[in-house]
């Protein structure tokens, strides 16, 4: 099959499943065309032959208050369908990506055009796609495209219920590579950020404020009063100076490190004891899953797609959203007693390679694309 992968290509879960994906489609023999504005976050390496990279470039014109970056994705889009005759676009993310798509498929002068799947990764509903600015091209989006898939249950019921659209959405989950991330001792890396005798708690985002991370500083805060501990925060975003500012508020600078962003995570992952995802909105949490893959237990709000990834009491703890009182406390909870975070460790691992690895979720979008291929076929009448 030829596949072309639309996608965001910046650090953010939509991406990073989408590259993912990619990369395993093009590991089984399909030839992949990430179409993007620049190379995605996680597409470390393009050496694969099978992979490929276009460049969605943009025109800028004193008419134009910002450059139409859909209508230049859709072009790209439409040169690349008919170059590389692709069967499939995989659209991540509905905005701006299935809209664009759908011109493309429309607009390409094949005699057999490709079909367009979309996959829903959250706020592009949840947030972006209710907003009033964008609502109806959502909905056409997702009702034009051949086949519509959801990563996690909660979001396809909540598209269905919320966007009022009446079609058909399948649930993928969010996968993880298990072997690359996977339990492991790194002791110099170990010993680069925490004393022997203290615990590592982190956290992954693009500190965007449905992430909480003001949350995340105040529930590591309560963690230190009661025993040694650092704080690694991964990624950057908008509310990244509010979470600065908190803790030099909260007088812990010397025991919470910021890291910034960047694509490898496995190995600090590895190193970590305890993952914090306190968000308030949050369709699946793939970070929270590549953590558990990791063997890290998980401390999360009780939100969205999260229960369908964290069982909560065996690999971590749910708790109400905003509630830092009651996160700090299950962190103390497994922390405190090796034997529980052993335990949690080892279900989180076994629930991240049994449920969730790529070997297993792969070949749900294989379907998903032939599923979209025989749809166009019947509706064509050939
Ligand atoms: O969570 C983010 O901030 C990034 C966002 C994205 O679209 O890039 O992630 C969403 O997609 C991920 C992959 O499917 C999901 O695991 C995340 O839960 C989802 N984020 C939210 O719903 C907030």
């Known amino acids: 099959m030829n596949i072309a992968i639309l996608l965001h290509s910046g650090a953010g879960g939509s991406g990073v499943v989408a590259t993912e994906l990619g990369l395993c489609f093009a590991q089984a023999g399909h030839d992949v065309h990430f179409v993007a504005d620049r190379v995605p976050f996680r597409l470390t390496e393009l050496s694969h032959p099978n992979v490929f990279f276009h460049q969605v470039g943009s025109m800028s014109y004193p008419l134009f208050d910002t450059p139409l970056t859909t209508l230049a994705e859709a072009s790209k889009l439409a040169e690349v369908v008919e170059e590389y005759s692709i069967d499939v676009i995989h659209a991540h993310y509905a905005i701006p990506h299935a809209a664009a798509a759908i011109l493309a498929r429309d607009m390409t002068r094949c005699s057999r055009p490709p079909v367009v799947v979309t996959t829903l990764h959250g706020t592009d509903v949840t947030l972006v796609g209710l ?45 993880v590579d298990h072997q690359r991330f996977k339990p492991g001792a790194f002791p110099e890396l170990r010993l680069r950020y925490a004393h ?11 500190f965007r404020p449905v992430k909480q991370v003001e949350d995340v500083i105040r529930v590591f805060a309560k963690v230190s009063k009661e025993m040694g501990a650092r704080l690694l925060m991964i990624g950057d975003g ?63 709000s009780r939100t969205g797609g999260i229960p369908e990834v964290v069982l909560d009491g065996e690999t971590g703890f ?13 962190a103390l909870k497994i922390l405190g007693d090796p034997e529980l975070h052993w335990r949690f460790s080892a279900a989180a691992r076994a629930r991240a390679v049994n449920e969730f690895s790529e070997s297993k979720i792969t070949p749900l979008y294989a379907a998903a694309y032939e599923l979209a291929l025989e749809r166009a076929l019947v509706a064509s009448g050939r």
């Open 318 to 330: 749910l708790c109400k959203e905003r509630d830092t009182e009651a996160m700090a406390k299950a």
């Open 196 to 206: 022997p005798d203290e615990k590592i708690l982190i956290h992954i985002s693009n």
């Open 238 to 300: 908008p509310d990244r100076p509010k979470a600065v500012e908190l803790v030099a508020e909260l007088g812990i600078s010397g025991r919470v490190a910021f890291l910034g962003s960047f694509p490898r995570i496995e190995d600090i992952l590895a190193i970590s004891d305890l993952f914090l995802l306190p968000s308030i909105k949050e369709s699946f949490g793939l970070v929270a899953l590549e953590a558990m893959s990791s063997g890290v237990p998980v401390i999360a």
């Open 131 to 175: 907003d009033r600015a964008y609502l109806r091209t959502t909905q056409y989006s997702i009702e034009h495209s051949n086949v519509v898939t959801a990563v996690s249950q909660y979001l396809a019921d909540y598209t269905r219920n919320e966007m009022d659209v009446e079609r058909e959405i399948l649930v993928i989950p969010n996968a």
